[in-house]
Each structure stands twice: as structure tokens, then as C-alpha cells.
């Protein structure tokens, strides 16, 4: 079936990410969000994260199995970060990188939604297009709503930024070691019922196109799993270097029970399909 785009327009999904936040990866943006990055990908890596926890990655380097990593990694956390609260009577709320994954996974669109979309803004210089409505341009409504959750005192604190930088690595780190050793991609779905969120830019078919998702989106590696969130099936050739999260990265519950995976945004091919 052919998908028609609900707003009746071929439009330019690049507003506002003519308005970039920073980049740590040490490639443009511009090329970052592209359909031919996501064709043709490269590694890539958060300046200074790496060198800066040498640690860590040499506890990862003696381990055989996710399971076993992903308890590395969080026990690391732990380490440096307190486990997201301190240990004193006060026990002052203090944002942790799970808090946040649990948050995104009740709603994309909450505060620990905006403070990681925030970080890929200013990770990658990938400006969000959707945070509960259509981000159209720097200062309007959508905007002041998503900057007024970003800087929520409840969520952003804790280097939270920087647990995720790390959580990031990890998972590039685990890709390559685990998920999917030797390839470049994955397949994933996911579900919608309408094409706001991420709107067509152009078609070659009936059933392809590409579009424009948001900075960070979820997937799942399920297709039926994905039809429950909507009727029309988006099936996307994702780069396992613009994964931040995946199923089974982590011994722990969040996201796991829609199979989900955590993806960085851009322009990408895609097939569409009426389930």
C-alpha cells in the first residue's frame, strides 16, 4: 500500500537542525543525518570518552558473554556515579542513566525523554523535530517546551551527559563484540499511525522512501511487537555505530519488554508498509 505523507507535502525535515547543538564525534552533522552516512557507515566515538576510562574497557576486554559485560558496566556505574543517589541520610535525587531509560521507555516525550534527546543534540549536533509535537523552528512553543524539560533540575544532574556518553560507547563496544560481529546493520521495525513524528522527505515506490526520524528513536527487532504501536510499519536498515541502546544490552528491565532498541536520527530508507 502506498503510504501517503498525512501532511499532503513533500517538505525538508531539516528544520531545526539548521540550528545544530555541538559535536564531540569529529564528523559534520550535516553528513551525520544523511541517507548515505546510514548506507555507508563509520565507527563512531565521543571525543575524550574512551581515553578518559581506560578502566573500564579493560575490565570489558577480559569478559566472554553480553550478560557478563553488561554487569561489568554496571557495576562500573555504580562506581563512579553512585548508582543515581547518594549514600547519606538526605539521599538527595540524583539522575542516573537508568532512570532515564526507564523514564524514555513510559514516555519518549517526558523529561527523561528531552534530556536525552538534549544529549544527542549535543553529541552529535542533531537537533530534535518532535518532542510531544512538532518542533517547526527555534522559539516556537514545541521548542520552549522541549528546552523547559531538558534543563529539568530533576533529570540533569549526576555528569548525566557523561553517563551516557559512556553507556554510548558501551553499546558501540558491545555491537561490534556481540550483537552483530562482522555486519554493518540491523533490520528493525517500528510502528505509527501517522508520519508527523517523522515525516517523508521523498518516495522511490510505492513502499520507499526516506524519511526524517527524530534525533533518538525507538525501535524494536520485532515486527509484530511494533505493530502493537501502530498501523503502519516502518522497516529501517539501522548502522549499529548510531545505536545507543539494544535488547539484552544490560541485565536489567528497562526496555526490555519491547524488545526495544535506541537509535540516533537522521535521514533514512525506508519501507513502509500497512500492517
Known amino acids: 500500500m502506498l503510504v501517503e505523507n498525512p501532511l499532503g507535502e513533500q517538505r525538508s525535515a531539516r528544520s531545526p537542525a539548521a540550528n545544530p547543538g555541538s559535536n564531540l564525534t569529529g564528523i559534520p552533522s550535516g553528513l551525520l543525518i544523511s541517507a548515505e552516512f546510514h548506507a555507508f557507515p563509520v565507527p563512531l566515538h565521543i571525543a575524550g570518552v574512551r581515553d578518559g576510562h581506560p578502566a573500564l574497557f579493560q575490565r570489558l576486554s577480559l569478559v566472554r558473554e553480553q550478560r557478563e559485560a553488561g554487569q561489568v558496566f554496571q557495576a562500573y556505574m555504580e562506581e563512579i556515579f553512585a548508582g543515581g543517589h547518594d549514600r547519606t541520610k538526605s539521599r538527595r535525587f540524583r539522575a ?7 523514564g524514555w521507555g513510559y514516555d519518549s516525550n517526558s523529561p527523561e525523554g528531552a534530556v536525552m534527546k538534549g544529549w544527542v543534540e549535543s ?3 542533531i537537533a530534535p523535530n518532535f518532542h510531544r509535537q512538532v518542533i517547526g523552528r527555534v522559539g516556537d512553543a514545541a521548542w520552549i517546551q522541549y528546552m523547559t524539560d531538558k534543563m529539568s533540575g530533576r533529570f540533569d544532574n549526576n555528569a548525566i551527559w557523561l553517563q551516557l556518553d ?19 546493520h540491523l533490520r528493525l521495525f517500528r510502528g505509527t499511525n501517522d508520519f508527523a513524528e517523522h515525516p517523508i522527505l521523498w518516495k522511490a515506490g510505492a513502499r520507499q522512501g526516506v524519511i526524517r526520524l527524530n534525533n533518538l528513536v525507538s525501535f524494536s527487532d520485532d515486527r509484530d511487537v511494533a505493530s502493537a504501536f501502530g498501523d503502519y510499519i516502518l522497516e529501517v536498515n539501522v548502522p549499529l555505530v548510531k545505536l545507543l541502546f539494544f535488547k539484552g544490552l544490560l541485565p536489567c528491565r528497562a526496555l526490555q519488554a519491547e524488545s526495544e532498541y535506541l537509535v540516533i536520527g537522521g535521514e533514512y530508507t525506508a519501507h513502509m508498509y500497512y500492517y
Open 96 to 102: 542516573s542513566y537508568l532512570r532515564l531509560l526507564k
Open 123 to 125: 553529541r552529535f549536533g
Open 166 to 184: 559512556l553507556l554510548f560507547e558501551f553499546a558501540q563496544w558491545s555491537a561490534r563484540r556481540f550483537l552483530a560481529s562482522g555486519q554493518r
